[in-house]
């Protein structure tokens, strides 16, 4: 077997940085009317998560890497998701629906990396769809006679990016995330891509958050290789940088090579933010130019590029703008 080292040092520096670039224009020509949306998704209307998701991905650049045109965007596209914000709650996936932890927990971080303040009201939302297992579902509790929460189960998805937006983990949350894990999420109809962002998201939490049989549990996804999907690629790549692992050279070729001539990166069908209980974006079909698949594959390329720790520092300072 080849050294991945050796393997590492022959590919050139320069290829990432194109693809970044490219990526970032593509990304810029895709923004319509203060916000993204993944157009092949069959989901259209989940523009906001969409868009949070986006704003947040961005956060974690460097500043020197996003152009001024894109960089009005996201201002205007920050100022619209602040106006969108549900009175006493959070953000739905779409203007006027019911708000959800998903989006409230990606607007949350978005808020966050931008160095916007946080409605008190959003963390206290995303604390009441908190179950007492440690995990979150979508919604909180709809009192009925059986005080049920009409079928909704806890999620590892929304848990793991609400417990990031909240700066927390006890004992609770990660026991419930080990359990997830344990029990191979990877089965679920969104696939290994489900596995890959919880694993992803859990590396992203604050330093010291996850306890150390959490850690093992992904340290271990990052054995696999050259995914074929750009999404979960791209998931792998935020792994394997966050962990340093010498083969993330190797998956950030693999990511390049997967690049549209047009700068995006394909939608793969079933990705992590596709959720069994509706919270999250529906995943568009594959082949398609996708905004979500685009923007984390960006935000793998940059970290690989900078190093893990390079917007890390500074979206940590910024926990505390409730």
Known sequence: MIDPVILANAVPRGSGLNSIFAGLSWLARAYRDGQWLDSASRNHEAGL?????????????????????????????????????????????????????????????????????????????????????????????????NGSRNGEAASAEITATALRALSMCDRAGGDFAIAQLRNDISATPAGKSSRFYVCSEILDWESGLAPWPLLNLVSQSAIQFDLGKPYEQALLLRILSRLRNQRAWLAAASLNKMQLPDGSWAASSGTAQESSNGAAPMAPPLAEPGVLCTVTALSALVMHECGPDCSYSSTRKQRSLF
């Open 49 to 145: 998560c969409v868009t949070a998701c986006t704003l947040a991905r961005l956060g974690e650049f460097p500043s020197e890497y996003i152009p001024q045109d894109l960089q009005e965007q996201i201002k205007t596209a920050l100022d619209r998701l602040e106006a969108t914000a549900m009175a006493g709650s959070g953000w739905s996936r779409w203007q006027g629906g019911e708000a959800d932890a998903f989006t409230t927990a990606w607007a949350i971080l978005a808020l966050r990396c931008h160095r916007r303040a946080v409605p008190r009201a959003a963390i206290e939302f995303l604390l009441r769809c908190r179950e007492p297992n440690g995990g979150f579902t979508a919604h909180p509790e709809h009192a009925g006679a």
